[in-house]
């Protein structure tokens, strides 16, 4: 029989994706709770421990408290919240994170979904540390836009459907004034960086889409490092990786502007390095789905490494 399957919290932005995804699939069943038990924790508590997989589509402190319910050992846990991303016991759920990743996820009982941002951050970073170009106490700055689909509902009501009466959200924002987004100790801890990185997120109005940027000046690398270097060290740690395209440099060069909205509908990632030589300048660019690889999608990929292995 087929394993079992239970989205808790299915019915927001990230949980209706993945339901909709995994409609009709065969090689695996839905378990759903009728609308008024949705709410229950004791209905919600003997549903995650009478399935097989469990994905999490909650508020942080309702995952740790969900995962906490789980007693019966076999019940295998995909987290989409940030509750577990630098926690030990997790197993980082981005499986192009480095070799053998992947199959770590295959075999983990739990499985921490990376945060959207993190996602191009971490596809960026982690190559070109582990291959040297990228000293890990270099002062890395990122900076990225999401559609207002990132926001969640709240987001996507505010745009869409606002309330009578309440102002329209201005057409760009940024937010994480404080420099203590959640995202900054989960891209510091997987791309091996001893140094804490800036990080500037930004929302504009359109509903789905990121283009995350990462600026590098060659004479703070390591002596020799060259646009080619960088190049070549994504192109090689994803050579193999379908999910993940690296633009050839001709085609970095000739691009005029990032489309955020470019791989919408997909959940691909799409990875440029752009340079201006006589200067020195380097910039690492990523585009991709917020709703795709940045949530849903990454949730289905890491389900179907626990369905079939790596």
Not at 8 to 32: H, N, P
Not at 57 to 78: M, Q, Y
Not at 104 to 129: D, E, F, H, K, W
Not at 183 to 202: D, M, N, S
């Amino acid at each position: 029989m087929p394993p079992l399957v239970f989205i808790d919290g299915d019915q927001g932005t990230t949980g209706l994706q993945i339901r909709a995804r995994l409609a009709g699939r065969r090689d695996l069943r839905l378990l759903s709770l009728p609308e008024a038990e949705r709410k229950q924790p004791e209905r919600r508590a003997q549903a995650l421990n009478d399935c097989d997989i469990a994905i999490l589509c909650l508020p942080d402190d309702a995952a740790r408290e969900a995962a906490a319910w789980v007693r019966r050992p076999g019940v295998r846990l995909i987290d989409a919240s940030s509750a577990h991303r630098t926690d030990p016991g997790w197993t980082y759920g981005l499986p192009e994170l480095c070799p053998g990743q992947a199959a770590r996820i295959a075999a983990s009982p739990r499985i921490s979904n990376p945060g959207c941002y993190p996602t191009g951050a971490l596809a960026l970073l982690r190559p070109l540390v582990d291959a040297g170009l990228l000293p890990a106490d270099h002062p890395v700055s990122i900076h990225a836009v999401s559609g207002y689909s990132g926001r969640g509902r709240a987001g996507i009501e505010a745009h869409e459907a606002p309330a009578a009466g309440e102002p329209a959200p201005p057409p760009f924002q940024l937010y994480g004034l404080a420099l203590a987004h959640k995202h900054v100790a989960e891209i510091q801890q997987h791309a091996g960086l001893r140094e804490r990185p800036f990080f500037v997120p930004a929302y504009g109005a359109f509903r789905q889409g990121i283009v995350l940027t990462v600026p590098l000046h060659l004479r703070l690398l390591p002596a020799g490092t060259t646009v080619a270097a960088l190049h070549a060290a994504l192109q090689a740690r994803y050579a193999a990786t379908p999910r993940v395209q690296v633009l050839p440099p001709a085609e970095a060069a000739a691009l005029a502007h990032l489309d955020p909205t470019a791989l919408n509908g997909s959940d691909d990632l799409r990875l440029a390095v752009l340079a201006n030589p006589a200067h020195g300048q380097v910039l690492l660019a990523a585009v991709f789905d917020n709703l795709g690889k940045g949530a849903a999608g990454a949730a289905v990929q890491n389900l179907d490494l626990l369905l079939h292995g790596a």
